[in-house]
């Protein structure tokens, strides 16, 4: 069992920057390919980045490549979304996931997660 906590979520502005942060307890960190995913009122929950276990390979979704980065701390049991360049389309509740792998691969499908937190509100006005 992994147990997720998404922080950093808030009011930006458009063109400013935002910070999420996501710690995780319960199994080994490493084990896990990780991943962003938000949810706009009344849209289906979608990707937005992911990272496998080592941090050596990302991927984004278009709609954010350029603007933001995820990064992970496996000693600290972190991941962490840095969103520069904000839209307002980018208002959403993110959601950081789990999904436990011994490979080296990582995952963009949000149905191959085992584990979500419960959510941080992202708000950005224009």
């Known amino acids: 069992q992994v147990q997720l906590l998404e922080s950093g979520g808030g009011l930006g502005q458009a063109g400013g920057s935002l910070s999420l942060s996501c710690a995780a307890s319960g199994r080994p960190f490493s084990n896990y390919a990780m991943g962003w995913f938000r949810q706009a009122p009344g849209k289906e929950r979608e990707f937005v980045a992911t990272i496998n276990w080592s941090g050596s390979d990302t991927y984004y979704a278009d709609f954010v490549k350029g603007r933001f980065t995820i990064s992970r701390d496996n000693a600290g049991n972190t991941v962490a979304l840095q969103m520069n360049r904000l839209k307002p389309e980018d208002t959403a509740v993110y959601y950081c996931?789990?999904?436990?792998?011994?490979?080296?691969?990582?995952?963009?499908?949000?149905?191959?997660?085992?584990?979500w937190g419960q959510g941080t509100q992202v708000t950005v006005s224009s």
């Open positions: 996931a789990a999904k436990r792998t011994y490979s080296g691969a990582y995952y963009y499908n949000k149905y191959e997660y085992d584990y």
